[in-house]
């Protein structure tokens, strides 16, 4: 066991700016949504990324469940969609009415319109990863829906846009 207070190294690594996407699913025939800002690419032959998912977090056995899953990666503008899928308590039905989105033409999970990026996304491995897991996927469609905008970036807790 680490003596590393965890309140340190939230504090510590949350000085570290990252990008903030939506992952979603479809289980059972329902959508689920998260907002995470644990991903990254892994690989470009095959094309790999991989996103850290809180073990407590109801997306996380949908996505485990499915075996696919979207990545949208947000503007500075979806700030809202952000803070409503992070938001703990939100209807698991409907939760994605809210706010703007389309079916991805190879999985069929939802992936928000006013994204940067999209990902479509097929499982190939599962590691334990603390209270995460950490999901790593083979990239099956990719698009950029939104060429103009800034990134949505968390920094330090907080939301913010790239200084341009």
Request: proline residues 5%; charged residues 20%; neutral net charge.
């Amino acid at each position: 066991m680490s003596g590393v207070d965890p309140d340190a190294y939230r504090r510590a690594v949350g000085r570290f700016a990252t990008g903030v996407t939506v992952v979603t699913t479809v289980a059972g025939g329902t959508d689920q949504a998260m907002t995470a800002n644990a991903f990254t690419s892994v690989s470009l032959e095959p094309v790999l990324v991989l996103v850290c998912l809180d073990k407590d977090a109801r997306v996380h056995d949908a996505v485990l469940a499915s075996g696919t899953w979207g990545v949208s990666v947000l503007t500075e503008g979806a700030r809202p969609a952000a803070q409503w899928f992070a938001s703990v308590g939100r209807p698991v039905h409907g939760q994605l009415a809210r706010v703007p989105h389309h079916r991805g033409p190879a999985t069929g999970v939802a992936l928000l319109d006013d994204a940067l990026a999209t990902l479509e996304v097929a499982t190939r491995a599962v590691h334990d990863g603390g209270d995460h897991s950490i999901v790593v996927g083979e990239v099956l469609a990719v698009a950029t829906p939104v060429a103009e905008a800034g990134p949505l970036l968390w920094h330090r807790g907080r939301y913010r846009g790239l200084a341009r």
